[in-house]
């Protein structure tokens, strides 16, 4: 069975950087994309960054473009969301989640695998 924890989050002043990471445990793991959403209170979880397992396809929210960055690291089942010029409206709590077959990459109910999350907090 697959688990996903990330990690990363904190507090951090607006114009700041965060790198957030979300590491697989399993023994397969094989998705066909890992996405990174994001849920401030009160508000619908959105979709931020998504990122092909193989290939080096990769997806963001217009509201993230030219700021947040998606990687990832197969060997150790990692995916990172590197996060510049952070803006005070950035903050939430930011989960991965993996998904098996092509699709919309922003619709969260098409990812059946789902991390705990990680509160990202920015100050302005």
């Known amino acids: 069975q697959v688990q996903l924890v990330e990690s990363g989050g904190g507090l951090v002043q607006a114009g700041g950087s965060l790198r957030l990471s979300c590491a697989a445990s399993g023994r397969t793991f094989s998705p066909y994309a890992m996405g990174w959403f994001r849920q401030a209170p009160g508000k619908e979880r959105e979709f931020v960054a998504a990122i092909r397992w193989s290939g080096s396809d990769t997806y963001y929210a217009d509201s993230v473009k030219g700021r947040f960055t998606i990687s990832r690291d197969n060997a150790k089942k990692t995916v990172y969301l590197q996060m510049n010029s952070l803006k005070p409206e950035d903050t939430a709590v930011y989960s991965c989640?993996?998904?098996?077959?092509?699709?919309?990459?922003?619709?969260?109910?098409?990812?059946?695998?789902w991390g705990q999350g990680t509160q990202v907090t920015v100050s302005s």
């Open positions: 989640a993996a998904r098996y077959i092509s699709g919309r990459y922003q619709t969260p109910r098409e990812y059946p695998t």
